[in-house]
């Protein structure tokens, strides 16, 4: 059904209709989303295990058990971000996200329009991900 939904907004792409800014974000949304989703890299999390050897026969055990080396793997906490992470996190989240804002409130109204199809078509397609997954 996914597919379905994909094939309609990239055929209404090529439509030769006069199309308002929110139709062109949104089917720009829709196609950007759907192509991170199929190429985009694999997001996870990940864990370092730091892998460490027990050498059992150093412990005493009761009599009727042998000595084994068993590994065992230790999950390292994740640290707190120090001030200097903080800043420059801060920093580059406002580089990003500062010129999105000055379009949204200096920009003219067509731009408004197609940021907001954009968003929708993005969230559409992330919806539509989810409810395939599901599945």
Request: hydrophobic share 45%.
């Amino acid at each position: 059904m996914r597919s379905t939904y994909f094939v309609f907004f990239f055929l209404a792409l090529f439509v030769g209709v006069k199309a308002d800014e929110f139709s062109n974000g949104l089917m720009t949304g829709f196609v950007v989303k759907n192509i991170d989703n199929r190429f985009g890299s694999k997001k996870g999390i990940v864990r370092k295990y730091n892998d460490m050897t027990i050498d059992t026969s150093l412990i005493e055990f009761p009599i009727n058990q042998s000595p084994q080396c068993m590994e065992v793997k230790i999950i390292e906490p994740l640290g707190k971000l120090t001030l200097g992470e903080t800043i420059s996190c801060t920093i580059i989240f406002s580089i990003i996200s500062c010129p999105l804002a000055w379009v949204i409130i200096n920009g003219s109204n067509s731009d408004r329009e197609w940021f907001f199809g954009y968003f929708m078509g993005f969230m559409i397609e992330t919806l539509l991900k989810l409810s395939s997954n599901d599945d």
